[in-house]
């Protein structure tokens, strides 16, 4: 039966401070209340689970074993602060990398819900109960495709994309402002 709740949030941008194919574990700065929100969402029994694309991977930037050390020290800080992340899932790929290994039409590359369905399955969640939490556009498509609710980050005031905002259902400043619209559920 799928009767769990998960939050699925995008990495870069969204739990930490975007760096453009951020490719070293010292890169790694968490955002203002990105930790208290998922604590929150935590207590509230939901499963945590980072969905990210990092085709960094397929351009030639870092490698899959880096990415791991930065995952691995991203869990580090996060469990630090409390927080057991469930699962991250990762997409490596792109048409347009250079590693030939990654330079495919793969079908878990956001906007594809791949990466979402295949937690979802896993721990029997209800995707209809569960968040998809994002900075980008490709990340309300994928919420939406997965069938969760979908919501927008937009952490700097000065990006203003209503186009960007009308496909979230909720828009919030940060992750415990999240976890705020959805304590009373
Ligand atoms: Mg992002
Ligand atoms: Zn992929």
């Not at 009767?3 to 975007?18: E, N, P, Q, S």
């Not at 979908?150 to 259902?169: F, H, R």
């Amino acid at each position: 039966m799928r009767d769990k709740k998960a939050v699925f949030l995008d990495r870069d941008g969204t739990i930490v401070v975007h760096e453009p194919y951020l490719s070293s574990p010292d890169q790694l700065k968490l955002l203002p209340y990105a930790a208290e929100g998922l604590r929150l969402f935590q207590k509230m029994g939901y499963f945590v689970f980072i969905i990210t694309n990092q085709s960094g991977i397929a351009r030639g930037f870092f490698d899959e074993e880096r990415l791991l050390l930065i995952h691995d020290k991203l869990l580090t800080m996060l469990q630090k602060e409390g927080i057991t992340v469930n699962g991250i899932y990762y997409c490596p790929h792109h048409t347009e990398g250079v590693v030939e290994q990654y330079k495919v039409a793969c079908n878990c590359r956001k906007p594809k819900p791949k990466m979402i369905l295949d937690a979802a399955n896993k721990y029997h969640v209800d995707l209809s109960q569960s968040l998809m939490i994002g900075d980008a556009a490709v990340d309300m498509q994928a919420g939406k495709n997965a069938g969760c609710i979908c919501v927008l980050v937009k952490s700097s005031p000065s990006d203003t994309s209503d186009e960007l905002s009308k496909s979230a259902d909720y828009v919030v400043q940060d992750l415990r402002e999240a976890a705020g619209i959805f304590g009373v559920m």
